[in-house]
Nanobody, 119 residues
Framework: QVQLVESGGDLVQPGGSLRLSCAAS????????MGWYRQAPGKQREFVAR??????TNYADFVKSRFTISRDNIKNAVLQMNNLTPEDTAVYYC??????????????WGQGTQVTVSS
């Protein structure tokens, strides 16, 4: 059984920073890429950032160097978010492409963590 647990979402003022963390656990054989997506109320889920097992990163255009994705280890992903704006308000979801010890690779999602940027 695989679980992705997110943490770090909070209410912050514009210009503030948050550090979101995602930890994968369970009977994991291997993890390839991990990423972050977000979904604002009434909008579709959108890509934020992604990092491969080898450390290659990709970012959405709206990030504009404000966010940094990294991995503390093969099973953890961190999204450092700086200079936040109200437009960043959304539920942020972690996902991972991984193999368990009993099945093929597939995509797993976390439950989401709320980020609210407001004065």
């Amino acid at each position: 059984q695989v679980q992705l647990v997110e943490s770090g979402g909070d209410l912050v003022q514009p210009g503030g920073s948050l550090r979101l963390s995602c930890a994968a656990s369970g009977s994991i054989l291997s993890v390839s890429d991990m990423g972050w997506y977000r979904q604002a109320p009434g909008k579709q889920r959108e890509f934020v950032a992604r990092i491969s097992a080898g450390g290659r990163t990709n970012y959405a255009d709206f990030v504009k160097s404000r966010f940094t994705i990294s991995r503390d280890n093969i099973k953890n992903a961190v999204l450092q978010m700086n200079n936040l704006t109200p437009e960043d308000t959304a539920v942020y979801y972690c996902n991972a492409n991984l193999r368990t010890t009993i099945g093929p690779a597939r995509t797993y999602w976390g439950q989401g963590t709320q980020v609210t940027v407001s004065s």
